[in-house]
């Protein structure tokens, strides 16, 4: 290869869009220059890789093999050139406009809105949408930009920037655990009142980890089922039953003592896979400016370990 040639990003950049073309006249005419001057710049570019690029005849222009490979580094190369220019711009761009931001009721109520008033002092051009739902959001049919969700991750089609593990406790409140007794092991629970949330998928299972590493349900009395978190952590804090919530949720509530943690060390979950909370976005090689701005500052408020963990 003649190494006295060189090789830079306008060249490649007419050289795919003669590719596309498959004429130099067109290109040409887009770029506001002659037809010699394209040609020239391929000849040079055809000269420094030692490779030709094209057929050249009157009536057409017809990439070669090489050309066929050359095209696919060539786009690469300029799709990481152009990555590249957008992050060095965006370090002197002050994220601004509409941010839509979607996120669990309760979730978004505890650890969300109360630092939205630090976010929008950190950007004051940047304004917020917050909707929260519960059900399930698809950012592309519902045109949200940022949904932060917690549960199993498995969409191939969405980028997740995971904030950390989901951990679910058991616990009553002293004067509950006064009135009917601590259940020392799993099996005793089914003499106990449970509080238990239910959802748009029907009420959340009760699941505790066995030595062996298996899942079982543990087929509790439902006093209580309800779609409101709150009104369920009302119910375990006034002395109802024993609820089965997330850290972020009650680890709180478990810090100062207004709730016992029971059934200790034992692993307890609603699901039998892992939950993670993240931020999630639709795939996008290099995400925009405000979604990045959210998400870097919520990682930033929720720290490692997560701030709320028990």
Partial sequence: MNLSHSIDIRALRLFVQVYDAQNFSTVARKEVVSASL????????????EQQLFY????????????????????????????????????????????????PVFFGQRHIAPWLTGLCKRYPKLSI???????YIDPFRDSTDL?????????????????????????ASPEYLCGYGQPQQPAQLLEHKALVYKGFEGPNRWLIKEADGAWTQLPVHALMTSNNAESLMRAALDGLGIV????????????????????????VSIKSQPQYIAAIYPNA????????????????????????QY
């Fill in 285 to 308: 090689r290099h995400p925009p400016l405000n979604v990045r701005a959210v998400i870097d500052y919520f990682s930033e408020i929720y720290g490692t370990p997560l701030y709320w």
């Fill in 147 to 171: 949904v932060f969700r917690i549960g199993v991750l498995n969409d191939s089609s969405l980028h997740a920037r995971v904030f950390g593990a989901q951990k679910y406790y058991l616990a």
């Fill in 38 to 49: 394209i040609s020239r710049t391929i000849q040079q570019l055809e000269n420094a890789l």
């Fill in 244 to 267: 089965m919530f997330p850290d972020w949720l009650i680890g709180e509530a478990l810090k100062s003592g207004d709730l016992v943690q029971l059934l200790q060390p034992h692993e």
């Fill in 129 to 135: 949408e917050l909707i929260q739902t519960d059900e």
């Fill in 56 to 103: 050249r005849n009157t009536r057409a222009i017809t990439p070669t093999e090489s050309g066929h490979l050359f095209y696919e580094y060539a786009k690469r190369i300029l799709n990481q050139f152009d990555e590249a220019q957008e992050a060095l711009q965006d370090k002197t761009v002050e994220p601004s406009g509409l941010i839509r931001i979607n996120a």
